[in-house]
């Protein structure tokens, strides 16, 4: 069988690869309406579905983290750059969704302009200024020029990823309401939710960068001592967490009806499990002592548990930290809530962050957030699709 040929080039932003095309070399196509081949381009590049969860046959890698698509175009917008679109492809359903940002393959959208031409810089420091069509929030992405590419080599390091790199550092403007409008979709800083079988589980649903639900962990796992990643890899926990996402999901009008959150938004909200500050093991088998990290997070990714954080999520996360009242503050390390960087322990180390709040005249607003990432392109030239 013949096959279709694409342009496209492999990043690793963050803790996170995916295939970065430019827009102008794909079919026309503005999600999250009209985009039914990307989709199925999409669908065929990644590998899925797969219910054996591998994406064998295509690019993807058997988890949400590695099953990732990024658009990109010169923008026509007043003080931006560029436009960048995510796709987030699912694994074992044929889902492709493009409702939610993903902030570690930001860190690879400013590098990917730049090392395709689609903007120029001198040797030093560049800031690109990006807009995430899925949210229609600003990004400025800031890293170093070398001979007119993106600078790979450096010496920061970010857990999750085995080498070195170059820094960058992303900052996400006004990140509130990026999927529902509002900082805290339901008003409140906490609810009950109905996961079925009579019983209600505690919840913040809170909107920054993406939307998440923020449970305790005690309240699922109270078994379980220190942080054990492998309680989370039983189905009968995953139904249990994907439940509370589905719940969550209504409560925060981001479906209007448990079937869509079921099989057409796979993805939102995050689900983040979180417990106080405490020692554990990475999934390297890495100690994290419990004074290196203010809280401590397993986020649930398209029902599945991530090995590190979604960036986004964890935004959203050290926000909702900083909100009296939420989930997440009653757990939170006082200290952490007086310092301006945030650290947040996950399965693969530690992740540091800012979010700038503040509660004025009764009511929360996050200005910005930020964080430092590496990128580095793994692949250039074209894809291979088989033909429709």
Known sequence: MSQQRLRAAFYRGGTSKAVIFRKADLPPGEPPENCAEWDRLFLSLMGSPDGAERQLDGMGGGISSLSKIAIISPSAREGIDIDYTFAQVGIEKPVVSYRANCGNISSAVGPFALDEGLISAADGQVTVRIFNTNTNKKLVAEFAVESGKAKVAGVYKIDGVSRPGSPIKLTFVDPAGAATGKLLPTGNVRDLLDIGRGRRIEASLVDVANPVAIINMDDVCSEVQGFDTAWFQSVEQRQLLEEVRIAAALAMNLVADEDTARTRMTNLPL?????????????????????????VTQMMSMGLPHKATPLTGAMCLAAACKITGTVANAVASPAGLGREEFRIGHPSGVLQLTAACECVEGAWRVAEAGVFRTARRLFEGSVLLPAA
């Open 271 to 295: 689900v983040a499990i979180v417990r106080k500050a405490t020692g554990y093991k990475t999934g390297s088998g890495a100690d994290v002592d419990a004074n290196r990290v203010d809280i």
